[in-house]
Nanobody, 122 residues
Framework: QVQLVESGGGLVQRGGALRLSCAASGSIFSINAMGWYRQVPGKERELVAR???????YDLDSVKGRFTISRDNAKNTVYLQMNSLKPEDTAVYYC????????????????WGQGTQVTVSS
């Protein structure tokens, strides 16, 4: 079993900052990519940022220059530093991790955090 626990969401004003954290625990042999998605009611979940096992990152165009994804492999944790927040960033943010459970398998299974609400007021 693998569990991803998120923290760091909250309510901030436009221009504020939050740092989201997501810690993976359980039956983990290794973790490849980790990422952050967000979703608002009635909309598709969208990828916000992703970081590979080697540290290569992808950022959604609308958050480039404002959000930074990072990871601490020793803690099996991924972070999303969100600066200069805008009301359109309001969403439930979900982390995920591609986890290799068994040492003899090359496959990675995708696990999701429980979601954390980020609300940005104007």
């Amino acid at each position: 079993q693998v569990q991803l626990v998120e923290s760091g969401g909250g309510l901030v004003q436009r221009g504020g900052a939050l740092r989201l954290s997501c810690a993976a625990s359980g039956s983990i042999f290794s973790i490849n990519a980790m990422g952050w998605y967000r979703q608002v009611p009635g909309k598709e979940r969208e990828l916000v940022a992703r970081i590979s096992g080697g540290g290569n990152t992808y950022d959604l165009d609308s958050v480039k220059g404002r959000f930074t994804i990072s990871r601490d492999n020793a803690k099996n944790t991924v972070y999303l530093q969100m600066n200069s927040l805008k009301p359109e960033d309001t969403a439930v943010y979900y982390c995920n991790a591609d986890v290799q459970i068994y040492s003899y398998s090359d496959s990675f299974r995708r696990y999701w955090g429980q979601g954390t609400q980020v609300t940005v007021s104007s």
